[in-house]
């Protein structure tokens, strides 16, 4: 459909709080003020029509490239003209301690020639659901809607078209031209951006993102690979509480067309212990214990219902109100609705959150501080729970929709609960219920091995005593639960790359032999794709691994980033970029990297 760019064919900016994301074409088509799951200023990425964007691009035909400014997360976007070349600088500074001024910065400079350059800011506050007027304040444009006001200076002419701002003017080489969006209110003032604080603001962004990343302890084979996977994951950070939001963006389809569209800006705690492992390896122990603490301080523990203590997702701000809802007035990308706000899977049981949250507290005690005593009774508190109720269906990692059932990766990581709350308590001396838990522990272990492995697949299955591959077994070596040359686990190992592998790209399931309770296919997942390659890794495998994980990093953006699925031809799918695959990338390289010496 005409007016939406391949999803790949994004940047993303951010100031720790929110982010944009940035088209090659020099669009902005989706920002959200102040804060991740705030409604959404542009949107047209969801909707071409009536989502709202923030438009600037040569006024003749250019073609165009992208990168990132050396070790930041600083966005160029070049266009090459007959008569000159430009670039435009996006980036947002990042927010002070309170964190009330938000400013999107985007300079233009022609670097050759002379180009002919123009601009439409054209923002539909709220989803596209409140309308906004548009008056002159000083210098300053001001688009203001019941619940967000911006304000828009720019160092060029720009005039209100209805509820639009637009510009147009030519640069010389050497000219430059800023516009600055600022968040206003009784709070924030507007205030200019001349060429000098436009310099100025670029030069501390660009030393925040050094500085920042100088802490990194990677020195291995795909050094600038990790590097833009760790940047990526800080910008996904929101820095009033440490949390880490799944992806950035809302409902872009995994398959076009289909239904299966989610709201991906909330915290789940199965990313813990992706995220404690792949940034603590890295060294970036502050980041770590953000996230833990966020965890440890905000997400409450619930009593009664089926649903277990914790809820598997969070808000940005520790919130569990998540509820779902479908805006039908806009179409969706490429027509692929529904678009989706909230998350009812938030109320769903999904038993491996225990197993990646204590997984998590066990790595940090490990590699970052000690286990405080307030933390383990907290701990003990869980692992009694999962003691209790391990042996239940529940909607499993992939968040089915179908019905509950028997899964091994539950089972799996209600295993790792309670055998790294062993750890913890045999490494520290920690009071607890030894005989309790490690009863419960090997009756999951065997109840794993006798049920979870098919004779007639010759591989451990997706649920009890069924014959449904699934790629999340891939998760058992890397656990520890099984030995990764163990023979059962390659029969397993094999069966999946015959069955769900395709060019290094790993399906994490079939949903017409596993139906998920939702309509339409999807493309491969690409987090479980990295899990591929560290499991032949750790078997061993080393010239399969090096080749599955080199081809992965040809399915990356022109930027290196990944949303969560790869379709059939190589598009990416999904909401983007997602955190998950990026700390599988991280845990991935590292391991490779390790083994190949």
């Known amino acids: 459909m005409p007016g939406y760019l391949p999803i790949a064919e994004h940047g993303l900016i951010g100031d720790l709080r929110t982010v944009a994301l940035v088209g090659t074409d020099g669009t902005i088509d989706w920002y959200c003020c102040p804060r991740f799951d705030a409604p959404s200023v542009f949107a047209s990425i969801l909707d071409a029509e009536r989502g709202g964007s923030f438009q600037l691009a040569p006024e003749v035909p250019a073609k165009t490239k992208q ?30 301690e309170s964190g009330v001024r938000h400013r999107l910065i985007r300079r233009i400079v022609c670097v050759r020639g002379s180009v002919p350059f123009q601009a439409r800011v054209a923002p539909r506050f709220d989803y596209a659901r409140q309308p906004h007027t548009v ?68 030069a501390d962004t660009v030393a925040f993102w050094r500085r920042w990343l100088s802490a990194s ?22 820095a009033p509480t440490g949390a880490i939001v799944a992806a950035p963006t809302t409902s872009l389809p995994e398959q076009i067309g289909g239904e299966r569209n989610w709201d991906y800006r909330y915290v789940w705690i199965r990313d813990a212990a992706f995220c404690a492992y792949a940034l603590l390896r890295l060294g970036f122990t502050g980041e770590a214990e953000a996230f833990m603490r966020f965890l440890a301080d905000r997400c409450t523990l ?84 999962v003691c209790d109720h391990w042996n239940q269906p529940d909607e499993g990692i992939w968040e089915t929709r179908g019905g509950r059932k028997d899964f091994l990766y539950s089972r799996l990581m209600c295993w790792v609960a ?5 750890r913890m308590a045999n ?3 920690l009071p607890a219920d030894m005989p309790h838990w490690t009863r419960s522990r090997d009756a999951i272990y065997r109840q794993i091995v006798r049920y979870g492995w098919s004779a007639d697949r010759q591989a451990f299955v997706q649920h009890r005593s069924g014959d449904v591959l699934d790629a999340a077994v891939l998760m058992m070596p890397l656990t520890k639960f099984i030995s990764p040359t163990d023979p059962k686990w390659l029969a397993t190992l094999d069966a999946l790359a015959a069955d769900l592998v395709s060019d290094s790209l790993v399906y994490r399931y079939d949903p017409e032999a596993s139906p998920d309770g939702l309509r339409g296919a999807e493309g491969t997942f690409s987090i479980c794709s990295f899990w591929y ?10 010239d399969e691994a090096r080749l599955a994980f080199e081809k992965m990093l040809t399915y990356a953006n022109h930027l290196g980033l990944y949303a969560e699925q790869i379709s059939r031809t190589g598009e990416q799918q999904g909401n983007f970029p997602q955190a998950f695959t990026h700390f599988a990338l991280i845990s991935a390289a590292f391991n490779l990297d390790r083994a190949l010496g």
């Open 217 to 238: 302890r990677y020195r291995g084979r795909w050094r600038e690979t990790v590097h833009r996977s760790a940047l990526t994951l800080k910008l996904l950070t929101y």
């Open 135 to 202: 008056r002159r304040h000083g210098d300053h444009i001001v688009f203001e809607s019941p619940d967000l006001s911006l304000a828009l200076t720019a160092t060029v002419t720009v005039e209100p078209d209805g509820p639009d701002v637009t510009a147009s003017f030519k640069l010389l080489e050497g000219e430059s031209a800023v516009f600055a969006l600022d968040r206003v209110g009784d709070d924030v003032a507007p205030r200019g951006c001349p060429h000098a604080e436009a310099e100025q603001e670029f």
């Open 418 to 422: 309670i055998e790294r709350a062993i």
């Open 427 to 429: 490494h520290r001396g």
């Open 533 to 542: 390659v560290e499991a032949l890794a750790r078997a061993g495998r080393l």
């Open 302 to 385: 619930r009593t009664g219902g089926d649903g277990g203590p914790l809820q598997v997702m969070y808000g940005i701000d520790g919130r569990s109100e998540l509820p779902e809802q479908e805006l039908g007035h806009l179409e969706g990308y490429r027509g692929s609705g529904p678009v989706r706000i909230g998350n009812d899977a938030a109320r769903q049981l999904q038993l491996d959150i225990y197993g990646a949250l204590i997984d998590s507290i066990y790595l940090y005690d490990k590699w970052g501080q000690p286990i405080s005593s307030d933390r383990w009774d907290a701990v003990c508190e869980l692992v009694d729970w």
């Open 67 to 96: 990168f990132y400014f050396p070790d930041t997360n600083v966005l160029m976007t070049r266009f090459f003209t007959e008569d000159g070349v430009g670039e435009i600088q996006d980036f947002m500074p990042i927010a002070g």
